[in-house]
Structures are given as structure tokens and as C-alpha cells.
């Protein structure tokens, strides 16, 4: 089915997925999953890398072929699980780093030593893995990702090769100081030794080192031969080869990582550590080596990296889908404007509700072409221009986006000095920045709150210790603050700005970005519980910015005549203004009488106050911490069979509502469309 396209693929592991019977799974029918679960598991099950995702509040696990490897005879009923009953034996361990994650702390571990029994039997193994928390499509953690690397094999080896390697390295250094050459000592060991005297002869080589270098030289290198001699022909390899001998044979103590062979026969990387050789007297006679086989290690670092990328990308994904849910959301209430207008006007209102419709569309014009204005230049991605800008008058007109990026719970509020000088800035970079800021802000502010924009003229410290003039914008929030101990860090990227976790942590790196190049600063200031504060100085502008002449926008529609007769109170709910006028039109037309609210609370004083509602007619996304679903329930408590519509310009708002609860109508809709809704036959309109 369309609907279950996220678990296509994946080998095995995706087709038990298909087959599985999710009745007893605490995580449920794959078609009641939520999006942002839809969107991880598609992931992982594409992904040739060890993953696994863990979600709700019983951490309900998926994973795919790769990690069902990793569960060994766990697999493969620890399909749809729950986490603990999977891992018990574990648990203890891993625990503290599950509750991290579900808290908002992204955590790494790289080699824990585990004691698993996934074979019937405890066996010691170590793993590199990094929790991640996971959001769901309201910015709660409902989950953790994980990508994992078994490491148990590399471990032991390089725990035994170090072993070795000290003895080896104290045998060699003794026997060579004596210039006493011990083959049993360099043959001994599975590590590639290498012996080399001032001239780039080999002194000594062991079986390993020598058959490698056959391997991706195709020459077999000789005791009291050049190795650049041996490569005379191969002039590239040559010059690589003398570039890193040539700094152990200077003297020069180092450990480096580099790459060597022929990419047509054979290319590895390989760690090497090099080390003077010095007779008795302690004079330099030349140099060798240790080197490893790292290129295994390498690639499961670079894969583990790219998972690591995916996941952040899958994560931007959903938060544009929150951002572009909520610009739908606000285009959708600019077109119930319209829609609804053109319905009243058809039916011919008095002169006075034509003024009215028409003042209403008028300004939904104005605000469509300052969003629309602002949504274009907010993604725009190009190299920073800066031009001189009036601030305060550029960040007011930035109030219809942040609402749409923003939970109707919170507040923003600006206030800028009346002389507030000119800065010289990216606009695009701005609106980034102040986004940016805004979103953390929102984060960091669950409950609800006000985010504060000020800005004021301030003469400081410019970067070569001179006095200059700045614009001090301030953005301020009232929610749960940063921790000490990671403020310093939250410029980092890839770091976080709210309990380590918060987003893809490139958010204030992005703002650093623009504040430096800028030709300023930035600074936070936090107090945990108490809120957070981000600062930035902008350069103050040499020239005034250029005049854009505004653009009219007018509407003009024709209206028709209708009227319909009493039908009883309808409580309309709807916090938008223009929105709630036209819809008062609407069921006026129909012969309600209306009792309006603009927020959930005042509307339970109205119910309360009613003696004979016919309905309730309300919008789903509110601001207050309220949603409408939340009042349409409260109300339904109270009078259980009072008829009750809901409706919203922004589908996903409503996924919390179980089926048949209450009518749900999508906004633009039509009068026909709204009297259906209320259950009023259309012929008697």
C-alpha cells in the first residue's frame, strides 16, 4: 500500500517488517505510525550500515539487516520489542545514555565494553555507537536513532598488537643500539617492521612488511637494497615513499597516517610509527617503523560519519515540513479570507458588510505579499551581499514568518530605539539568523512564553581594540536556559543550543557565521531556568539604505444577495481577526447568532455563560497552550451531545483527534461546506 512505502526494501529485516504481526508490538500497526518514525525507518532499512531506531515510551525497536547481524539469535524476535526486555542484560550500562537521549543529549561512545549474550553464552565485546533523539511532528522527543559499529574484533587485535608492540619496541631498541639485527624479533609479529639505514637501505624487513609491499609495489623489496632504488620506475610512488622516510631519516619521532599502492592492483592506508635507530654512542644510523593495516577502520569511521549525516539531514527534512505545515497554516487562513468573502458577498450584504468583506480582503492581500516577500528572500542561497537596511522596520516586517515558523504559544515582542542607526547586512543571512534564533527560542520554551527582540545603538570595542559603532541586537527568551557547563561550546557545529540535542546544532553556528562575516560579534548569556539571551553587535551602516516604493494592493469583489432564517447561537472560536470576522459573516448567512472568542479560555467563560448553544464552531491551532481539539474535548465533557466542528488550515494539527470524534473541516471551505459541517440542509439556506 502508498501508505507503506517507508518499509519497501531493507532485504530481510524490511520484508519481516511487512510480515510481522504488530498486534502485541507496543509501537503498533505500521499505518498508525507517526511521520517522523515513517522517516527514520526508511532510512535505516536503506542504509548498509548497523542502525536501529527506538521510539515511544515503551522505546519500541527497529533495526535492519545489518544490526540484526549484531543481535546474533536475538533476531529475529526482537523485532518490534521493547528495548529493555531486548537488552536486559546490558541495561544497566546503556541505560543512562538512553535516558540522555530521550532528554534531548545526544551521546558517543566509541569501544564501551559490553558483556552481551546474544549467542547463548557471555562473551566481552566493545562497540562505537552515538545515540541521537528523535522528534516528532510537535518537537517532542519520541524516540532515539542509533548508528553502531561492533569494534570488538579491532580492539583485541590492536589490545594484543600494542602488547606485542611494547615488547617488540623495547627488544628492537636494545638489540639495534647494539646494531645487533634480530630477525627472530621482526618476524615474530604480524605487524609490518621496517629497518632503514641514512641511505634508504633496508636494514631489516620482516615476512609481513615485505609481502605488503610486493602487494601494492609489485616489487619484492631486498635486505641491502634502496627502496627508492627499488622503485626507480615508479616515480610517483617513489616520491611518496622518500617524502615520509625522508623525515625519520632527519631525526624526526611521529606517528602518521597516510596512503600507499597502486589504485589498479592494490590501495590501502595504513597508520605508521616511526622511530630513530641510534648506535651505542647514541648517533643516528637510521630509522624504523611499525606499521598497520587501518583502512578497514577508516571506512567504518567514514560510513559511521555519513549515518550520522543522513540522520541530521532526515531531521532538517522534518523541520521544514514544520516550518512549510505552518506557512500553510497562515496562506490557508489568508484564503479562508477571501473564500469566505466571496461566499457573503454573493448573498448581497448591506453596504455596511461589503465595507467590511473588502477591508478584510485587502488586508489579507497585504499580509499574502509581505509573507510571500519574506519567504522568498529567506531562501535565498547565495554568497553574503550586505546592504544598508533600516533594522527595526525590516524586523517588523519579518513578524508574519516568524509567526509561521513559531507554536501559537508564544509570543514575540520588539522593541528597537526610536533613532536606531542603519547596519550593513546580508538580509537573507539575517532572516536566517533571526530564525535560527527564534526556533531555539521556541525549543528551549515548551510550556509557552515570550521571545523579546530589542535592539539599541551602542558604541564598543572593534576587533583592533578601537572604538566603534554598533547596533546591540538583542534576542531573548523566557524558557528553560543553557547549562553552565556546555555554554561555552553552543557556537560549535554540530553542537546544540538547548540541553545538547536541540535540532542538527548548526542553528547559532550558522548566526556566529553571519555575525562575523558581518564584520561583528556575537555573545549568549544564560542562566539555566531563567531563560537565555543571544547578543549580537552589527557594524553600524555608512550610507542610508535605498527607497523601495511600496506596492498598493486593493480588492474588488461583486456581491449577491441571500438571507436565511433563525437558527440559534453558534460559539465561534477563531483567534485570527480577519478570519473570525468573515466566518461571523458566514454564520450570519446561515441565521446563527454568533458568540465569538479568540482563545480557548475565553471561550469556556462563554459556554459557561450560554443557556441554549446550537454548536461550536472552532480553530484546532491556538495560541495559550490550548489546542482546540483540547477545548472541543472539555466542552464535550460538559455537554456531551452540544454538536461541535472543528477546523484548521494545516491537516497534521488534527492527527491527535480519533476517528469520528468530532467533524473536522479544512479551511479555505465554502459556505455549502460549512453548513454541511453544521448540519444545515443547503436548500433551506
Known amino acids: 500500500m502508498p501508505m507503506l512505502d517507508f518499509l519497501s526494501g531493507g532485504g530481510q529485516t524490511g520484508a519481516l517488517m511487512r510480515a510481522h504481526d504488530w498486534s502485541k508490538s507496543p509501537l503498533g500497526e505500521p499505518e498508525s505510525w507517526p511521520h517522523a518514525l515513517r522517516t527514520v525507518v526508511g532510512l535505516l532499512l536503506q542504509s548498509q550500515f548497523p542502525m536501529f531506531v527506538a521510539w515511544g515510551d515503551a522505546l519500541g525497536f527497529l533495526y535492519n539487516d545489518s544490526y540484526a547481524r549484531i543481535l546474533g539469535t536475538k533476531h529475529p524476535s526482537a523485532l518490534g ?71 570488538t574484533r579491532r580492539v583485541l587485535a590492536e589490545r594484543a598488537l600494542r602488547e606485542l608492540n611494547e615488547t617488540l619496541e623495547r627488544r628492537v631498541s636494545d638489540a639495534l643500539a647494539e646494531r645487533k639485527l634480530l630477525a627472530d624479533i621482526v618476524e615474530g609479529t604480524n605487524a609490518f617492521v ?54 625519520a631519516l632527519a631525526g624526526e619521532e611521529f606517528t602518521a597516517i597516510d596512503e600507499f599502492g597502486d589504485p589498479s592492483r592494490h590501495r590501502r592506508f595504513y597508520e605508521m610509527r616511526f622511530n630513530t635507530l641510534r648506535d ?50 497562515d496562506f490557508n487562513n489568508l484564503l479562508a479570507v477571501f473564500a469566505s468573502g466571496v461566499e457573503v ?39 553574503v551581499n550586505p546592504e544598508p537596511i533600516d533594522l527595526a522596520d525590516y524586523l517588523h516586517g519579518m513578524g508574519e514568518m516568524l509567526a509561521s515558523s513559531l507554536r501559537g504559544d508564544i509570543r514575540v515582542e520588539m522593541r528597537f530605539d526610536t533613532d536606531l542607526w542603519h547596519v550593513d547586512v546580508d538580509t537573507g543571512e539575517l532572516e536566517h539568523a533571526i530564525v ?8 528551549a520554551m515548551p510550556a509557552g512564553g515570550t521571545i523579546t527582540i530589542t535592539g539599541e545603538n551602542a558604541v564598543d570595542s572593534a576587533e583592533d581594540g578601537s572604538r566603534a559603532e554598533f547596533v546591540r541586537l538583542r534576542v531573548s527568551d523566557t ?72 506596492v498598493e494592493t486593493a480588492s474588488a469583489l461583486p456581491a449577491v444577495a441571500s438571507v436565511a432564517k433563525r437558527r440559534g447561537d453558534v460559539l465561534l472560536v477563531e483567534d485570527d481577526v480577519e478570519v473570525a470576522a468573515l466566518t461571523r459573516e458566514m454564520l450570519a448567512a446561515l441565521g446563527f447568532n454568533v458568540i465569538h472568542a479568540s482563545n480557548p479560555a475565553t471561550a469556556l ?26 477545548l472541543a474535548r472539555e466542552i464535550r465533557s460538559r455537554n456531551p ?35 454541511d459541517a453544521l448540519g444545515v440542509r443547503t436548500e433551506t439556506i
Open 605 to 630: 467563560a462563554k459556554f459557561a455563560e450560554a443557556t441554549a448553544l446550537a454548536a461550536v464552531f472552532s480553530d484546532i491551532m491556538m495560541p495559550g497552550g490550548t489546542s482546540g481539539l483540547h
Open 194 to 247: 621496517q629497518v632503514a639505514d641514512c641511505e634508504f637501505r633496508w636494514l631489516a624487513i620482516n615476512k609481513a612488511a615485505a609481502d605488503e609491499f610486493e602487494k601494492i609495489f609489485s616489487k619484492r623489496p631486498q635486505v641491502g637494497v634502496s627502496m627508492l632504488d627499488t622503485l626507480a620506475d615508479q616515480p610517483q610512488h617513489q616520491a611518496a615513499i622518500r617524502s615520509i622516510w625522508s623525515r
Open 436 to 443: 535560527n534564533l527564534c526556533v531555539n527560542a521556541r525549543d
Open 641 to 675: 451531545t452540544l454538536p461541535i466542528v472543528l477546523t484548521t488550515g494545516y491537516a497534521q494539527s488534527g492527527a491527535g483527534m480519533r476517528d469520528g470524534e468530532f467533524r473536522l473541516l479544512l479551511k479555505p471551505y465554502s459556505l455549502e461546506a460549512l453548513a
Open 345 to 383: 458577498l454573493e448573498r448581497n450584504p448591506s453596504p455596511q458588510q461589503q465595507l467590511k468583506i473588502m477591508d478584510a480582503m485587502r488586508r489579507a492581500v497585504a499580509r499574502g505579499t509581505g509573507l510571500t516577500r519574506h519567504l522568498l528572500a529567506f531562501s535565498r542561497r547565495k554568497a
Open 479 to 550: 524558557g528553560v536556559g543553557i547549562p553552565p557547563q556546555i555554554l561555552g561550546r553552543v557556537f560549535d557545529p554540530f553542537f546544540t543550543t538547548k540541553d545538547v540535542g536541540k535540532g542538527s546544532g548548526l542553528g547559532l553556528a550558522q548566526v556566529y557565521g553571519f555575525a562575523q562575516q558581518s564584520g561583528g560579534r556575537v555573545s549568549v548569556a544564560s542562566d539555566e531556568g531563567d531563560g537565555t539571551a543571544v547578543t549580537l553587535l552589527l557594524p553600524r551602516a555608512a550610507r542610508a539604505p535605498a527607497v523601495v516604493e511600496a
Open 81 to 151: 520489542q521493547r528495548f529493555q526486555d531486548i537488552w536486559s542484560e546490558i541495561w544497566p550500562d546503556i541505560s543512562p545514555l538512553i535516558d540522555a537521549a530521550m532528554s534531548g543529549h545526544a551521546t558517543y561512545r566509541e569501544d564501551l565494553p559490553l558483556v552481551m549474550n546474544r549467542k547463548g553464552y557471555d562473551e566481552q565485546t566493545w562497540f562505537t555507537f552515538s545515540y541521537s533523539p528523535v522528534r516528532n511532528e510537535t518537537g517532542e522527543i519520541a524516540g532515539m536513532f542509533c548508528a553502531v559499529e561492533e569494534t
Open 280 to 329: 651505542s654512542a647514541g648517533r643516528q644510523i637510521g630509522a624504523y617503523q611499525f606499521v598497520y593495516d587501518v583502512t578497514e577502520r577508516l571506512h567504518d569511521q567514514e560510513r559511521l560519519r555519513q549515518a550520522e549525516q543522513a540522520l541530521r539531514h532526515t531531521q532538517r527534512l522534518d523541520s521544514l515540513g514544520q516550518l512549510t505545515g505552518g506557512v500553510a497554516h
